[in-house]
């Protein structure tokens, strides 16, 4: 037998998981390449803000840094929603039992209004006829509403037109059926005194007459106030027209002195008269010399031109037929 010295090496595995060994090996000798750092995108390539959030990093999320306060309002925001539901949800159930009570104890409830009721009806219908108005107090108060509206408007009608010359109107009233108050009379408070000048008089008793007459249907009273005003009127207007005639009178006078002290001028009628007297001597004195120079004629001779103008004038004329009716004129 021969024995040899060499060791003869056998290959044999050094692990379970060959496959294994070998990718860890291979990720020690493979050259480790360091994070690059993230870069803000320009102006021209920043999109809409959700794409922006959505290709964020986690590492660009820890370098913009996070709101833990806004973190924190948001979830103190939502425990007080789910603490506030959960509450309504308590109370709903609670209204939910009430209503359920409720339901239990409305048929004893409705028997007995319909109880009450049944007694309460005939005093009901006792106050209801009691407070609803007859026909005849409606009749009433139709007449009280129609009068009441006819004062009205006869009396706002006088103090429209009047003015300042007239008071507000004061009105008597009349309770109706129905509780309320109607006007029934009225009268407007007016001022008939008269201003101190014919013009002021004149302007304030027009506006009065005016005033008087207004209403559609004027009453006794208005018709005497406006005759009131009227006789008023005719004064102050002849009193007028003298001041003015005399105003004229003295403008158009031309026997007062000229110039502050001159020569007095003579009046008109008096240079009117002696003009006439000389005009009427110069004609008698005309008419006598005419007589003294005409020829004088024989009074026979005059008695027959008259005969014969007349006969010949009298056949000229037509025939008239004499009236029969017993109308004259006379002048």
Do not use: C
Request: net charge negative; no cysteine.
């Amino acid at each position: 037998m021969n024995i040899t010295p060499h060791a003869n090496n056998l290959p044999l595995a050094t692990v379970v998981n060959p496959p294994t060994d070998s990718l860890r090996r291979d990720n020690v000798q493979r050259e480790v390449i360091s994070q690059t750092a993230a870069m803000n995108p320009s102006a021209a390539e920043k999109g809409v803000a959700s794409e922006k959030e959505r290709v964020k990093t986690p590492a660009q999320n820890i370098e913009e840094g996070v709101d833990f306060s806004a973190i924190q309002e948001q979830a103190e925001l939502e425990n007080s929603t789910i603490n506030e539901r959960e509450q309504r949800q308590g109370n709903e159930q609670e209204s939910a039992q009430q209503n359920s009570q409720q339901e239990d104890l409305e048929p004893e409830a409705q028997s007995a209004e319909t109880s009450d009721s049944t007694q309460a009806s005939p005093s009901s219908e006792g106050s209801e006829d009691s407070t609803s108005p007859t026909p005849e107090e409606r009749a009433i108060i139709r007449e009280l509403e129609a009068r009441d509206l006819e004062v009205r408007t006869h009396e706002q009608a006088h103090a429209a037109v009047g003015g300042r010359y007239t008071g507000a109107p004061s009105y008597s009233y009349e309770t109706g059926p129905d509780g309320k108050r109607y006007a029934v009379e009225g009268e407007v408070s007016v001022d008939l005194s008269k201003p101190s000048s014919p013009e002021e008089t004149i302007a304030k008793m027009r506006k009065v007459y005016d005033a008087a007459l207004a209403p559609a249907n004027p009453s006794t009273q208005d018709l005497r106030v406006a005759a009131e005003a009227s006789r008023t009127i005719a004064p102050a207007q002849s009193e007028l027209l003298q001041q003015q005639l005399s105003k004229e009178s003295d403008e158009n006078d031309l026997s007062k002195p000229l110039g502050g002290g001159g020569p007095q001028i003579e009046s008109l009628n008096s240079d009117e008269s002696i003009e006439s007297g000389e005009f009427d001597n110069l004609i008698d004195s005309t008419i006598a010399a005419q007589e003294a120079i005409s020829p004088s004629r024989d009074q026979e001779i005059d008695r027959r031109a008259v005969r014969i103008e007349t006969f010949y004038l009298n056949i000229n004329q037509a025939y008239e037929r004499p009236s029969r009716s017993q109308f004259e004129l006379t002048a």
